[in-house]
């Protein structure tokens, strides 16, 4: 009768710990997972499920490299990687270099590869955060076609235009349900791609204009449950473009509170999150379950600041919170029920 091998209390309490606060902030005791699963085969599995769980964007080179000659040496590790996060890029070459252009190209090249290695590497990969200053060509594409994902985090650190890349990463991969863009300087969309079908849709910038109706179109199988509008510049035209889909929305996030008619057509909204207090009352829909506010400056605007807000005669509300968007407020956050609420009126 073989003795069942346990996990040191340490180590579990590091696991449950590190999945507990957000993987994608916190970096597992790497040195930790590596010894035991050095020191004894039944401490294998676990470890290497947490080390290569999630890959993030800043990984440096080096660590890359051996990544991927861990995944070439071992492909049944890459089952393990859920996220994986990469930036690839090239450094700015002065005017009149020829050959540093060309070296600049082949490093490209190289990151591209990389990137090829990993996602093929990786059967099991969800999530994919991407900032990228070039293209695929033709025989990369080709090479990801069997790659199979959910989520899509482009980033846009440096002001590079990459827009024309996620319409290629959207026309390659329609198994894409979750999508988020970061602040990109958007191209026109093209005519000839299908989007996929997406669930959750976060936006970060002011997009171009018929890209959201080109992104998101009417009658789609599986119709847009989240919409996410993470900045002030969004202007009311991004809004009318989705307004096809409100009737379908279960979680909406706002910098300012949308028109009446928007909020009544919003029939089945569950979760509504907004920045900036109303000027005049807003009656919220009667789906509404939960509202979060964020307010932006040090210190409360008004002595209650939920009042404008304050659905009278909604029952069905479960919570509503307001918080502080800024660190440095160091304001509490509220959570009240709907009996509390009026206590605060």
Excluded at 55 to 75: D, G, Y
Excluded at 109 to 123: G, N
Aim: hydrophobic share 45%; charged share 20%; net charge neutral.
């Amino acid at each position: 009768m073989t003795r069942l091998a346990l996990l040191p209390l340490e180590l579990v309490d590091m696991i449950l710990a590190w999945a507990r606060f957000e993987p994608q902030k916190a970096t597992a005791d790497s040195r930790t997972l590596v010894a035991c699963s050095r020191v004894c085969k039944a401490w294998n599995m676990p470890a290497q499920a947490l080390l290569f769980r999630d890959v993030p964007i800043s990984l440096c080179h080096r660590r890359r490299s051996l990544l991927i000659r861990s995944l070439t040496q071992r492909p049944d590790l890459g089952r393990h990687i859920r996220s994986f996060g990469i930036e690839i890029s090239s450094p700015p070459a002065p005017w009149g270099r020829d050959a540093l252009q060309i070296k600049v190209s082949e490093r490209f090249r190289h990151m591209v590869a990389d990137f090829i290695v990993i996602l093929t590497h990786s059967p099991n990969l969800a999530r994919l955060t991407i900032d990228i200053d070039g293209e695929l060509d033709s025989v990369d594409i080709s090479k990801l076609v069997a790659v199979h994902l959910r989520h899509l985090h482009t980033l846009n650190w440096e002001g590079r235009p990459s827009s024309s890349v996620l319409y290629s990463f959207l026309a390659l991969w329609p198994s894409i349900r979750y999508l988020r863009i970061d602040n990109l300087y958007f191209d026109p969309p093209p005519e000839d791609q299908r989007p996929a079908s997406l669930r959750s849709l976060c936006v970060h910038d002011e997009p171009s204009e018929g890209f959201m109706t080109w992104l998101i179109p009417t009658g789609d199988e599986q119709p847009l449950r989240e919409l996410h509008f993470e900045s002030g510049l969004l202007s009311s035209r991004a809004l009318k473009d989705v307004q096809a889909h409100a009737p379908t929305l279960h979680v909406l996030t706002v910098d300012k509170i949308p028109s009446q008619s928007l909020l009544d057509a919003l029939t089945v909204l569950n979760e509504f999150a907004f920045c900036e207090l109303p000027s005049a009352p807003v009656q919220l829909p009667r789906s509404v379950q939960r509202v979060r506010y964020h307010f932006k400056g040090p210190a409360w605007p008004r002595p209650h600041p939920l009042d404008p807000v304050a659905p009278h005669t909604r029952e069905e509300i479960v919570s509503l919170e307001a918080a502080a968007a800024a660190a440095s407020a160091g304001a509490p956050l509220i959570h009240a029920t709907f009996s509390s609420l009026w206590s605060l009126l």
